[in-house]
């Protein structure tokens, strides 16, 4: 049974892992969209045989427009929620039906495929600074999100028309964090799925760069905060785990 849910995926320079990731999506659901953000290997050919809907931009515009692309278009087309994974393969369709079931019984929250299982496997700059992440973006949204950074999660449509982000090139890396905190104070709240984390050696290089982005991320958060006087009271939600929103994360039960 095909799931009722269109997939976004941003890919820039992901010709080595775009056909087959599409593929296998395209056997949870015929809505797919893939954003070819300006790339220069072949990304786009490589998925000529597949029934795809494909946007290209003619250069380079960064991740924040390439979701922010992919999303309009998938409400554009009728979608009721949007699914969004990573070109590079660390997110595996095969969570597509687990955070659709979350998300049928939470239909006013985010759906975070959260990497919480083998966080070994993920290097330990990565895991110190998505911790960090984590704890101020949760300060800002006023309730606990775990894997803040995760680009595997599931944006009700509602959330999509209504929740405004800025997307430009710059703010590649923050917007998906921002989106968070604007979302939590349209009302939103938010479920974890947990899933694996991946990272295989013979990936290629990664773009992610800890402390530069990061310090962006902690930026736009810190601006955030001390617009809202310093949100004492979302503070106290997330050390104390005082929550008004239904908690699915097992770990916590
Ligand atoms: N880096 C980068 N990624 C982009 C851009 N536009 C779209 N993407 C896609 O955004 C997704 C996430 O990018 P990654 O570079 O893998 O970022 P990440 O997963 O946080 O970091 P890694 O640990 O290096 O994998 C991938 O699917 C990219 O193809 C862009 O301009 N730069
Ligand atoms: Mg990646």
């Known amino acids: 049974m095909p799931i009722p849910v269109t997939v976004v995926i941003p890919a820039y320079n992901e010709a080595a892992t ?22 220069s290997d072949g990304t786009a050919e490589q998925l000529a045989d597949l029934p795809l809907t494909l946007i290209r931009h003619q250069e380079n515009r960064g991740k924040a427009a390439s979701l922010h692309d992919g999303m309009q278009a998938a409400v554009k087309q009728g979608a009721k929620c949007v699914i969004t994974l990573d070109g590079d393969g660390q997110h595996v369709p095969e969570d597509i039906p687990k955070l659709y079931a979350i998300w049928e019984d ?21 895991r110190r600074a998505n911790n960090f ?4 973006i949760s300060w800002a949204a006023g309730c606990r999100i775990h894997d803040s950074q995760s680009g595997l999660r599931l944006y009700p449509a509602d959330a999509i028309q ?51 982005d990061i310090t962006r991320i902690v930026l736009m958060v810190a601006g955030k905060l001390i617009a809202s006087g310093m949100y004492p009271m979302g503070l106290y939600r997330v050390l104390f785990r005082e929550n008004n929103e239904p908690d699915r994360f097992p770990h916590e039960k």
Do not use: C, M
């Not at 296998?24 to 659901?29: A, E, P, S």
């Not at 979302?183 to 760069?209: D, M």
């Open 18 to 39: 775009i056909h087959d990731l599409a593929k296998r999506v395209l056997q949870h659901t015929p809505q797919l969209i893939v954003v070819d953000d300006g790339s």
């Open 133 to 136: 992440a984590d704890f101020w």
């Open 162 to 212: 209504s929740v405004f982000v800025s997307h430009s090139r710059e703010r590649g890396f923050v917007f998906e964090s921002e989106y968070l905190i604007e979302a939590a104070k349209k009302g939103f709240g938010f479920s974890t799925v947990p899933v694996e984390s991946r990272y295989p050696r013979q990936a290629r290089a990664s773009h992610f760069r800890p402390v530069a």
């Open 106 to 126: 939470n239909p006013k929250h985010l759906i975070i495929g959260a990497r919480l299982q083998n966080r070994e496997q993920a290097p330990n700059a990565r």
